[in-house]
């Protein structure tokens, strides 16, 4: 074992800890491996680098918090695969960083704390009534230096595994594994800001054989993610496939699940047994996010089964997104979604690519008022299932109940340009109460 306070760091709250703690790691890897103990006290730390076979592990009373200083941080250009964002005001800074290590585990039960508070705005600027950020949303308050970026960053590694952490006050994305392989996660309990933007629980970008399983997230941007955006990696296959993720509880104020963004391809994963306490939506599958990567990331294969939800907007949206989008929706199957919301299901694609292959069963939904007060009827939706430019679509055992009078609600179903739509006779569409 190897114990960071016998190379000089101390626990007081003040001291930066950076040199003594990374030593620790250093010579934790170059004797062979072993295990980085972290024991009870606040260790303030600039970002520290992770290295082969080594085990940083958090005992119960410790914390490892992120300066408020960002000069103690890597520079952008610190490894080739970093990236930053201008237009969402964070820079390439992270707490803790494994580029290209293998074997490497984060355990806790310790905190890890990105001290999002010190690179923050105190106080989220006004934005017209939405369902998505309903609390707001707070990002850089140095519009030059902007923030830190994802607090846990792997990029193209192996075998890597978190567990039993607690996460919290990251200033951007709280996990990001980033080109990796044979990943797993549990037991991790990431708490953000409400009002945080882009701060997500845990991104899976062009990632193959991850596990996530018993976490508990409540963050102010999407709790988890699918990507495949390959553009800053060295392997540009862009392939995100084989995952598996279970037994969570996502409470967020953008999509409790975001599948897509990237050029890449997004395959054979199986998302089961979550529960979702507050959502703008619950799942998005999304080819082209932005301009930025304008043809979008192929999905498919994708099996998503026992959900239950509240405070939910949007239960279900699968839509090609930006106009510019070529890449393919398929294969995708999601059975057993109970619960309440307050908006509506959209399958949509556009006139370059329709979403194809999707099977919704075992629905069991009622729409409930809705608690966020729009400017204008106009911005509700007007049906609860809304296709356009979709094909091969089957509703089976998909029954809606309402308790929603808004008058905004024109019906239950709209089909647009559609081919293969097939709703069986065990599905209980009714039309709102307000018709």
Known sequence: MFIITDFGAKGDGQTINTASIQQAIDTCSQS?????IVPAGLFITGTLWLRDNIELHLCNGATLRGSSNLE??????????????????????????????SNVTISGPGCIDGNCEAFFEPVPKPRKPSFGWSHGMRVAKDKERLRPGQMIMFSECRDIRLHDLDLRNSCCWTCLFHGCQDVFVSGLKIRNPIDGGNTDGIDIDCCRRVIVRDCNIRTGDDGITLRGSFRTLKDKSGICEDVAITNCIIDTSVCAFRIGVGEGCIRNAAISNIVITRACTGFLLQSAYSAIAPRGVDISEIAISNIQARNLAYPVRIISGYPTATAQISQIRINGFYGQCHANCELRGNEQTRPHDIRLSNFDLTVVPSP???????????????LDRVDAVTLDNFNLRWQEQNPAWQGTLR?????????????????????
């Open 72 to 101: 103690d941080y890597n520079r952008d250009d610190a490894f080739p695969q970093n990236m930053r964002s201008e237009q969402e005001q964070w820079n390439g800074a992270h707490l803790l960083l494994g580029v290209e290590v």
């Open 372 to 386: 966020i007060v729009l400017e204008s009827a106009e911005d509700y939706p007007k049906y609860f299932l809304e």
């Open 32 to 36: 062979g491996g072993g295990t980085v």
């Open 415 to 435: 089909q647009g340009d559609t081919s293969a739509v097939l709703i069986r006779p065990n599905c209980t569409l009714n039309d709102p109460p307000s018709r």
